[in-house]
């Protein structure tokens, strides 16, 4: 018995001495990450290199502190303002020989996000900065970028596809018919086509009408674009009649790109590093087509952003929920208490609002609203500034502003609102499962998803959907100072690109961000040229920061693939994720919504990663 208390005690010593040995460890690495900050000084001449393995958005959302330890798969977000502070900095910087563009597993953005970054990319070409993109195949986004390159290379075994805007939409009618599910929708705006998926079983020609003007508008951009940046190339056959360039050049699309123009080089991976070392500088005893580089993290940390300022920019991204959220979700509640936060240091000036969100909650949307207004109570100026969208949710919070700026591209509008309750009592019915029970008022147990709503409560949800409708117009009414008829006119849900909507009065001024803060520079009587902003907003805790360090140089499977018929691929099943995961949502959230159904096929595709697993769940239950 004794040998036995002794062995036990000698395996838990040991035992502890290892959990000692892994907990030293993790805190080593951990303390070695965080203090791994680089400086100006660690910055060297060589090439920058923009290797964009995942979406561009307006507020990436934070990764779990423990998502890479737990095989959790996580793509990397690019923050706009982040990926054009780099380039401008890299524009007049001696250091700074080439900017290199590697579109290969790139992740899309909004055409307004690609519009900016473009611009960017553009004002260092004009100044001789060289630029130079590489991709094995390009589609629509990834090439609006390349275009404004001064150098455009693919790999001689890929080639373009571009399919402009446009696809399916899934239509759920049919299931959840056969289901036996009794979707109960109240809704204004004959455009709001948001709730269609679950009325009907194709789009109602109000949605194809909305959808048809706002996809062509989107697409006359991107060729207009396509056109001012590389004049020379021949895109329209590519456009109209790809299947007969391709079977001219017998199946080679790389050789037919480069004959048309669309690239100016045809090589792979190492012809491409070879060409940038003759720029930048390289080593012939290093591996093949290696160049002196400068990393985009460690260039972005050593242009760090001021961390105080007299404007404060508070941003409203991605889909607008009820109580708190983290980054890159925008949680009314959290973001009404950055508000007042900002607010509460009595050190501001002026406050702009960056949107980048098709909408959501009406009730999360008012919360922003109110808290913009008490800044405006308190005698600053707010300014809006619209990013790739601001439509729904996203254009309630814009309402207080004292001037909008948007892009031309910018997708906005979809005023109107609605509320959809599922009731299942035809689905119990099918298992023999009844209902019965005790009313005292017409409401008693409503809305009741076991035996369904009554007339008194679909008029009372029906009268609160028409009443809230009548609330936005009165307040984009008084935004834009237009009479309410006017306003109903132009509602109705729907949809419209940033030019329109500026005819229509919808907003005021194109411009960026940057627009938008020297505006607000003015309104407050301060010199745009020195004045400072502070970014109202969650700063990344040391676990987030961890997760970041860890995932920066991860080459995650779940980015987008390189060759291009994989990509088309990849890209078709990050919009079923994302139409399931809006079902969830629907599903889940409740309450009165302002969305925009055609908002989400524009933007980045990398699904967000509940979206991916919920698909995957769904996959694996019919057997696929």
């Known amino acids: 018995m004794n040998l036995v208390r002794g062995a036990w005690k000698l395996l838990v010593g040991i035992k502890d001495a290892l959990v000692l040995v892994a907990m030293l460890l993790f805190f080593g690495v951990l303390f070695a990450v965080l203090n791994s900050r680089p400086t100006p ?112 290379w693919m790999d001689p075994m890929g080639g373009t596809v571009f399919a402009g805007p446009g696809g399916s939409q899934l239509y759920y009618k049919g299931l959840i018919d056969k289901l036996g599910v009794n979707a109960h929708v109240y809704r204004v705006g004959k455009y709001k086509s948001f709730v269609e998926p679950f009325t009907r079983t194709d789009q109602s020609p109000e949605a194809r009408e909305a959808a048809t003007v706002l996809q062509n508008g989107l697409f006359d951009q991107w060729k207009e674009a396509i056109a001012r940046t590389r004049p020379k190339a021949h895109i329209a056959d590519w456009l109209t009649s790809p299947d007969k360039v391709v079977l001219a050049a017998q199946g080679d699309i790389a050789k037919a790109n480069l004959a048309s123009g669309i690239v100016d080089k045809l090589g792979d991976r190492v012809s491409f590093g070879r060409r940038v070392a003759q720029i930048a500088g390289g080593d012939e005893t290093k591996p093949a087509g290696w160049f002196k580089s400068i990393d985009y993290d460690a260039w972005n940390d050593a242009h760090p952003l001021p961390k105080s300022g007299a404007i404060g920019v508070v941003t409203v991204a991605g889909d607008i929920v009820d109580g708190k959220a983290g980054p890159g979700t925008a949680g009314g509640d959290t973001i009404a208490k950055f508000i007042y936060d900002g607010l509460a240091k009595k050190t501001l000036k002026a406050l702009v609002l960056r949107v980048d969100s098709p909408g959501g909650s009406v009730n999360a949307s008012e919360h922003i609203r109110l808290a913009l207004l008490e800044a405006k ?50 689905t119990l019915a099918k ?143 990050a919009l079923m994720s994302r139409a399931i995961g809006d079902v969830k949502r629907l599903a889940m959230g409740g309450g009165v919504q302002a969305a925009c159904l055609e908002c989400g096929g524009f933007g980045p595709t990398a699904p967000a990663p509940s979206d991916a697993r919920l698909l995957d769940v769904l996959l694996a239950r019919i057997g696929l």
């Open 41 to 152: 000084a660690a910055v060297k001449d060589g090439a920058l290199v923009l290797d964009l393995k995942g979406p561009i958005v307006e507020q990436p959302a934070e990764i779990p502190a423990f998502a890479m330890l737990s095989g959790q798969k996580t793509v990397r977000q690019y923050r706009l303002r982040d990926v054009v502070r780099a380039i401008d900095a890299a524009r007049d910087d001696s250091r700074v020989k080439a900017i290199v563009l590697d579109l290969d597993r790139f992740g899309g953005a909004y055409p307004a996000t690609l519009g900016e970054v473009a611009d960017a990319l553009l004002r260092a070409r004009n100044a001789g900065k060289p630029v130079l993109a590489f991709a094995t195949s390009y589609t629509d986004g990834g090439y609006r970028l390349a275009a404004a390159a001064s150098e455009v």
């Open 377 to 426: 109570r308190q005698g600053l100026p707010v300014v809006v500034s619209m990013g790739g969208v601001a439509a729904s949710g996203g254009f309630w919070v814009s309402t207080p502003g004292d001037v909008i700026f948007a892009e031309p591209s910018t997708i906005t509008g979809s005023i109107g609102i609605f509320g959809i309750v599922p009731t299942f009592e035809n």
């Open 431 to 573: 298992i023999g499962v009844t209902t019965d029970g005790v009313r005292t008022t017409p409401l008693s147990g409503q809305p009741d998803i076991f035996a369904g709503t009554n007339p008194a409560t679909d008029a009372v949800f029906q009268s609160a959907i028409e009443h809230g409708y009548a609330e936005f117009l009165a307040r984009v009414s008084q935004s834009r100072k237009m009479p309410v008829a006017k306003v109903d006119e132009i509602a109705q849900g729907r949809v419209w690109i940033g030019g329109t909507a500026r005819q229509l009065g919808l907003v005021d001024r194109f411009g960026t961000l940057n627009d938008a803060v020297a505006e607000a520079a003015k309104r407050a009587k301060l010199d745009p040229a020195t004045a400072q902003v502070t970014y109202l907003e969650k700063k990344p805790g040391w676990g987030a920061e961890l997760a970041r360090r860890i995932n920066r140089d991860n080459d995650d499977d779940s980015a987008a693939p390189a060759d291009a018929l994989a990509r088309i691929a990849w890209e078709q099943r």
